[in-house]
């Protein structure tokens, strides 16, 4: 864990979904990533991955416990203020692109610039165009995400989420629908990300030998974050 102040921090954060039957997707989590950190969450499917992920994120909110933003408890945040928040200061990756057909590669990495506001059109597409060469993409700006490959297509997808500059990076299964080589490629940039450029980067993924690549490794059983090499859930001694 790193000396540095927490970019983003998990206290006793548990994530309950009502229903008929309460099902506990995150208990009792308490973690924390700083600035320069690349940390790895895996386990199996179903363990709480993505649903702590979207904590961090602060697109869902924990049924108990407190996510701290740079030391600030964002309980106290409301809709617009959360939201305003991920805009300015996160970058979000997911299996899926979620390119927008109808805009071109460079217009999709501008558009969190846009709608943040800060810069003018110009500037706007000059560090589009500065992050798409920075991906080894700069000849494909003026492409539909439709004539690039799925690896590109996830590059231009983590323009998008360096488009505003953010500290922290999250990302949910990024390479989830890639070939070994473009998951290589993917990770390479979010180690670069932490280590040249000290942002916090988290990432979700299922693939063991990228997730040996971060810095720090969590893995989580049953929503549960559990000692690296703590047998299965149920392979355990008894009362364990």
């Given at each position: 864990m790193s000396d540095r102040a927490p970019i983003v921090a998990a206290r006793g954060v548990t994530r309950v979904l009502g229903g008929a039957v309460p099902a506990t997707l995150v208990r009792d989590v308490d973690m924390e990533v700083?600035?320069?950190?690349?940390?790895?969450?895996?386990?199996?499917?179903?363990?709480?991955?993505?649903?702590?992920?979207?904590?961090?994120?602060?697109?869902?909110?924990?049924t108990r416990g407190r996510v701290l933003f740079d030391g600030v408890d964002t309980a106290g945040l409301g809709g617009d203020a959360l939201a305003a928040l991920r805009l300015a200061r996160m970058g979000f990756v997911f299996q899926f692109h979620f390119l927008l057909p109808e805009l071109g590669v460079l217009?999709?990495?501008?558009?969190?610039?846009?709608?943040?506001?800060?810069?003018?059109?110009?500037?706007?597409?000059?560090?589009?165009?500065?992050?798409?060469?920075r991906l080894g993409l700069a000849d494909h700006a003026r492409k539909s995400p439709d004539q690039l490959s799925g690896g590109q297509?996830?590059?231009?997808?983590?323009?998008?989420a360096l488009a505003n500059d953010p500290v922290l990076i999250?990302?949910?299964?990024?390479?989830?629908?890639?070939?070994?080589?473009?998951?290589?490629?993917?990770?390479?940039?979010?180690?670069?990300?932490?280590?040249?450029?000290?942002?916090?980067?988290?990432?979700?993924?299922?693939?063991?030998?990228?997730?040996?690549?971060?810095?720090?490794?969590?893995?989580?059983?049953?929503?549960a974050i559990v000692p690296s090499g703590a047998p299965p859930a149920g392979t355990g001694a008894a009362g364990a």
């Open positions: 700083a600035a320069g950190e690349f940390v790895a969450v895996t386990g199996p499917s179903g363990s709480g991955k993505s649903s702590l992920l979207y904590l961090l994120g602060l697109l869902d909110r924990p217009d999709n990495v501008a558009l969190p610039m846009r709608r943040l506001g800060r810069l003018a059109a110009a500037g706007a597409e000059a560090r589009a165009l500065g992050l798409l060469a297509r996830q590059r231009v997808a983590i323009a998008r999250l990302a949910d299964e990024p390479t989830g629908n890639l070939d070994s080589a473009s998951a290589r490629l993917v990770f390479d940039v979010f180690a670069s990300l932490a280590a040249e450029e000290g942002r916090a980067v988290v990432v979700v993924t299922h693939d063991e030998e990228l997730a040996r690549r971060a810095t720090r490794r969590l893995r989580m059983v049953d929503g």
